[in-house]
């Protein structure tokens, strides 16, 4: 038996804080290499079969600690790369700029970022980077939660579960060889038809920082939450399953606003360490509050997809759907975290 | 807003205790009932389309909190049926004969049994029941977990990983129509076939108990924990990933054993609470320690998928694998927690 290392009181299944982005992606070459390239230098995850040829290639990225975002979700109908930053860190323009040249097809590529002063900065750099080098670039931005209107690391809202959607819908058009501007396009109404909200029963630990982000009293929980822990709307005693889904539902809905009759797709997401039995418990009270507004749920979504680590705690997202949008989240998807009709 | 209930130092997304299964039906049937059908009294969750005629029923059950797992596995290419009881306890012969009679599409009924002493006593008693009516019944145990001889549950080897990989597999069979004989066949070899051990980091608390099923103290961990908190093999000081992972290789590969040249698929699973992020650091290392020990890993599955509510924790299941079975493998699946080729 190896000699046991004591390694705080962090309970989690790493080897040392600083080798935790590596050792995950050495980990997703092994499980996924017959589909995933994984750079090392700088770090990327990419398509194997990329470059495409004609085809718009997608990149995205941000801080790890919210897997399977991004790259779980790389892989035929969605990304064609992805960047992971350290944990909670932005991911550097240059991890970008060669990302999206191993990926570029000729067709131009689509950076989606979310609202993160780090991330919109250096994909920004890596624009221009690209655009230097005579590849055309476009940015779709997500700042979907409706919680607060600037944050710790955010000016304006933050970019959360609508990413999700955003990738996938985008990565079916872009299967479908539609051209930059038109990706670019509908990038940009999915980013305005669509709102979340989020909530968390306990805080997270960032393995480098080895103590919790924030303190979360037994007995309260914290309504509005972003996905790093940044402050949210309220503090309030800990309460039920539905009244906590009617205090996400109700800023969603008068937000954007979401009316009688419309077509939406509805997806509960869980922050990394709520079981799947608590989600399916607040998507029962949402699907019931989306049907007493007059909502029809065309498409659904529930299970863990962009997380904050262990933290226990869901999000909900509405999207705004047509017949288009309901054909591109159908069309088939190869991904590690999300897959269908391949 | 509603008046804040305080429901204890329990934080859960619930409404109350007793509530907590049947209202994740409700959310599985708002979510999922254009393919799934959930039956309340007794309970029990099936394919919209069964019964199939002259396909052999798959039905399978267990205590709830282990999610997806059974009720997540419930669609085309792998169960027929799934009954859910409250948590961590066996569902009752009626849902089981129910259940079976439901899906029979008269070429017999295969229950999915793990091995714990409630659940073989009562699908012993729906099998009797069915037989009773002239329905033909076989039972395929699972039986594992190579941590403890005997457990708090069990007389022999618990049931755990296996079971998802069963599930897929027999359903992949009764899919091609393979008839009763053979699957059982068919599923007696996979049982052969297969080994599972697992470790927790935290407890978890079942929800109508209010606190944590057992204590860890902050700076250990046990090692070949069952999914119920059942004891394992023993508790150690906080390890790293690679020094826990190797010690729920060893015994693995040792107990069937697993020989120089063998084809394995490898499982890593999540017990409900520990992140995407952490299970791919134990890939890497059991995918090092297999291709050390001369395996081939031909195929492969990282995530929660039978879990224990919120532990924190992972387990590893390695199944023998050859050409029949990666076909069956790859045959499509269309269920809410297993998805791909539909």
């Given amino acids: 038996m190896p000699e046991l290392v004591h390694i705080g009181v962090m309970k989690k299944l ?31 995850i990419a398509r194997k079969d990329a470059p495409i040829k004609g085809k718009v290639g997608l990149v995205s990225g941000g801080g790890s600690g919210h897997e399977p975002m991004h790259g779980g979700y790389v892989g035929k109908g969605m990304l064609d790369a992805a960047c992971p930053g350290q944990v909670f860190t932005s991911p550097t323009p240059d991890q970008m700029f060669e990302a999206s040249k191993a990926v570029n097809g000729g067709a131009g590529i689509v950076h989606i970022v979310k609202n993160y002063t780090g991330d919109v900065m250096n994909f920004d750099l890596a624009k221009e980077m690209l655009q230097t080098e005579g590849i055309a670039v476009e940015s779709v931005l997500t700042d979907d939660d409706v919680a607060v209107e600037n944050s710790l690391y955010t000016a304006g809202r933050r970019g959360v579960g609508l990413t999700v959607l955003m990738e996938k819908l985008l ?93 939406v797709l509805m997806f509960v997401n869980g922050m990394g360490g709520t079981p799947l039995i608590e ?42 759907m047509n017949d288009c949008l309901c054909e591109l989240w159908d069309a088939p998807v190869n991904t590690p975290a999300l897959r269908w009709g391949i």
Same sequence: chains 1, 2.
Avoid: W
Wanted: net charge negative; proline share 5%.
């Fill in 171 to 263: 990565g079916a058009a872009a299967e479908q060889r539609i051209s930059l501007a038109e990706i670019k396009k509908l990038g940009d109404l999915i980013r305005s038809s669509g709102r979340s909200m989020g909530m968390a029963l306990t805080s997270c630990t960032v393995p480098h920082a080895g103590k919790p982000s924030f303190e979360l009293p037994e007995d309260e929980i914290e309504l509005g939450i972003g996905i790093h822990g940044e402050p949210g709307r309220h503090r309030v005693k800990m309460a039920t399953a539905d009244e906590i889904t009617e205090q996400l539902m109700e800023p969603i809905l008068t937000d954007l606003p979401f009316k009688r009759g419309d077509a």
């Fill in 14 to 44: 790493i080897n040392s804080p600083q080798d935790v982005v590596l050792e995950e992606l050495e980990g997703m070459e092994a499980a996924h290499g017959d589909r995933l390239r994984i750079n090392y230098d700088p770090v990327f």
């Fill in 279 to 320: 989600l399916y418990i607040v998507y029962r009270k949402a699907a019931a509050i989306a049907k007493a507004h007059g909502l029809k749920v065309v498409r659904n979504l529930v299970g863990s997809y962009i997380t904050s680590l262990e933290m226990a705690g869901t999000s909900i997202t509405l999207l705004h």
